[in-house]
């Protein structure tokens, strides 16, 4: 499949099934070393980060060798010490490359691919601002996602100025150098350094890596469908979700015992379908100038919870679901046991690496340390499953410090890692606990490797607003774009998230936003980080009544998101996929903006995304998509059609081996 060729001394190229993927020659090289050296500034998980290089060397190709069916690629250059050598390995209709420098006092590499001008580039983990990634420098580095993630916005600049937490349009909880190219093939680049994807440039695409080392795969295939699972054979695929966490809403409240019960039962009493009640706040309450948080000592609150073993264990309509993450609050019962045995993580001195989480300080327990990972796993199992919880937000992963020293290396090595241990330590606390297939954890940070550990994944913080690169239109591209980096399994805060300056959740925003959940693997909703401030999903008979109708509709289409579920983990498919899949020919199926993407293969949804309108414009690959609430047979190309409140834009095919279902709940529901 994969093919070496030297067409000239001092010159090599790869083709895969044809494509060219890589050339250098001496006049256009694309094999560099270089030297730099880093500045890496974190403030409560956002990161300032800088890289000045010193030197930076174009590499000369000066043969191969062939060994035990490798090919070894040898450069040179007058200023290196020895040689780099580059060694190629094709397994499995896959081709690796790994690259090792005789000279350790290099510490930059930069590897160019071909590229084509008119190519579209898809992936880069998950990615709120961009489908097509084509014409910018996506850095790879776990982080906060930020507030408004947009320089040209007042909430990013506000943001900013109050501890620059403002983000921008790369910053996001689970980047993964690993992208697919409109030419069909796939690039993954299996370093955890910090690493940019540049996809600037015309005629190549640059990788770049904080280390002299490299290991990259390359692989080609005729259909986007075959890339994908190629590529999630490569990563892991996610275990199907087991079927109560599909089905309904999952209701996030807090406020005790008392106040969730209650509030689940006028949920239920309204009409709404509940299989799930999330209570964040089971360990208990801390509040600072962002808003309500949690005591992060991961133990149940008596006091504000008493009798929650009792409901649990009596209520079975409901799964009850928790809440934790790898940091320890500054004296707690488990900061002091974990600080007692040496778990967290440590400062150049020695000392415990206690930081700022927002007016409190927390330790970070060493993933990289057997001891102390198998010790938080016993904290998962003791504390959360053996409390009856059937699942819980895994949160974080993000704030390990690039100063910081770990059991296995330093904070920079480890970081982009970080998450993936994490979900790593939380499944096999659920292994262990012979729980696997019945309970859910969700995550919002994730690195390469996460495909194969966590069993889902959220968006995150988004804002409680329209706004593109941080509002409910954000989320859409982040599950896509998630989908096409080999995690098919999504879900989001309906309402969205962060309650700062001006920003206030209104009805209109929440109802739209629970349309859209409708039409996701899990609906499920939140909050707030100031609940008092946001609309609530309980507030008003008119929200509970638009809420029920669309919990029992998600409930109707159970037996299709089950079995969409289930291709994921058979084949990598994604449950929410780009319009691309459907017509990859046409330039507009590759743009984020359409903000409309198919649900499995038979449903085509397009919710709305902006206030105040019953219509919306869109776009659709091809002919026979049948309105699902009209009946109406639509053509292939841009229409408009009415979106009422409770009805957003959502078609099926008309060849639908699932048409009876569709037509039942549009029966139903129309």
């Not at 160019?112 to 961009?130: D, M, P, T, Y």
């Not at 993630?149 to 689970?174: I, P, Q």
């Not at 399994?489 to 739209?512: I, M, N, P, S, V």
């Not at 078609?651 to 639908?656: G, L």
């Amino acid at each position: 499949m994969f093919e070496f060729r030297f067409p000239e001394p001092g010159t090599i190229e790869i083709y895969g099934s044809e494509k060219l993927l890589f050339r250098h020659t001496r006049l256009s090289p694309s094999l560099f070393l270089g030297r730099g050296k880093e500045t890496v500034r974190m403030f409560r998980g956002n990161f300032d980060i800088s890289d000045r290089v010193s030197e930076r060397i174009a590499l000369l190709f000066d043969g191969e060798e062939f060994e035990s069916g490798k090919h070894i690629l040898r450069f040179t250059h007058p200023c290196l010490q020895g040689e780099y050598r580059l060694t190629t390995t094709e397994q499995d209709g896959m081709l690796h490359l790994e690259g090792s420098c005789t000279d350790n006092s290099f510490n930059r590499l930069w590897l160019r691919l071909a590229a084509q001008e008119g190519e579209h580039i898809v992936g880069g983990g998950e990615q709120f601002s961009a489908l097509d990634l084509r014409g910018r420098l996506w850095p790879v580095w776990t982080r906060e996602q930020g507030v408004g993630r947009n320089k040209l916005t007042e909430v990013t600049r506000l943001a900013d100025a109050l501890d620059g937490s403002g983000g921008d349009y790369h910053t996001t909880f689970f980047p993964q150098p690993t992208f697919l190219s409109s030419r069909l093939f796939f690039a993954h680049l299996w370093n955890y350094e910090y690493a940019e994807l540049d996809f600037r440039e015309t005629g190549f695409h640059e990788v770049g890596l904080w280390c002299s080392g490299i290991h990259l795969t390359l692989c080609c295939r005729n259909s986007f469908p075959a890339l994908l699972e190629a590529l999630t054979a490569l990563l892991g695929r996610q275990l199907p979700l087991p079927d109560w966490s599909i089905k309904g809403l999952w209701l996030g409240v807090q406020g005790g015992t008392k106040r969730a019960v209650e509030l689940e039962k006028r949920c239920r009493e309204g009409g709404m379908d509940i299989s799930a009640v999330w209570i964040q706040d089971w360990e208990g309450k801390r509040v600072t100038s962002f808003g309500s948080r949690l005591q992060w000592d991961w133990r149940w609150n008596h006091e504000r919870y008493p009798g929650l073993d009792r409901v649990i264990a009596e209520d079975s309509e409901t799964a009850w679901m928790g809440y934790i993450n790898p940091y320890l609050v500054e004296g707690g019962v488990l900061f002091r046991e974990a600080q007692k045995h040496g778990f967290f993580v440590r400062r150049l001195d020695g000392s415990d690496y206690l930081f700022d989480f927002g007016e409190y300080d927390c330790g970070v327990v060493d993933l990289t340390d057997p001891a102390a990972f198998s010790w938080y796993k016993e904290v998962i199992k003791t504390n959360l499953i053996g409390m009856g919880f059937r699942g819980w937000m895994a949160d974080f992963g993000e704030y390990l410090p690039a100063d910081a020293v770990c059991r296995n290396g330093s904070g920079l090595e480890n970081h982009n890692r970080w998450p993936m241990l994490w979900a790593k330590c939380n499944r096999e606390a659920v292994r262990e606990a012979g729980k696997e297939g019945d309970i859910v954890f969700f995550m919002r940070a994730g690195a390469a490797g996460s495909q194969n550990y966590a069993t889902l994944i959220w968006a995150g913080d988004q804002c409680v607003d329209w706004s593109e690169d941080d509002g409910l239109p954000s989320v859409i591209t982040a599950a896509l774009s998630l989908g096409m980096s080999g995690f098919g399994l999504h879900t989001c805060d309906a309402g969205g998230y962060t309650t700062l300056f001006h920003l206030k959740r209104d009805q209109e925003l929440l109802l739209r936003w629970l349309e859209f959940a409708c039409f996701t693997p899990v609906m499920r909703t939140h909050e707030g980080n100031r609940p008092e401030s946001n609309v609530q999903l309980y507030d008003n008979d008119e929200i509970i009544t638009a809420a029920a109708r669309l919990t029992s509709m998600h409930d109707a289409l159970f037996p299709y998101l089950r079995d969409c579920v289930h291709e994921n983990t058979r084949t990598g498919m994604p449950v929410m996929r780009p319009l691309f899949l459907e017509a990859p020919e046409e330039d507009i199926a590759w743009s984020h903006r359409l903000y409309t993407y198919l649900l499995g293969k038979d449903l085509l949804v397009a919710p709305v995304v902006e206030p105040g309108t019953e219509s919306r414009k869109l776009w659709l690959p091809g002919d026979g998509w049948v309105c699902l609430w009209s009946g109406k047979v639509f053509p292939a190309g841009w229409t408009e059609v009415s979106a009422p409140l409770g009805k957003p834009p959502v078609f099926y095919r008309s060849c639908s081996s699932y048409k009876s279902l569709f037509t039942s709940v549009a029966n139903r529901f129309g």
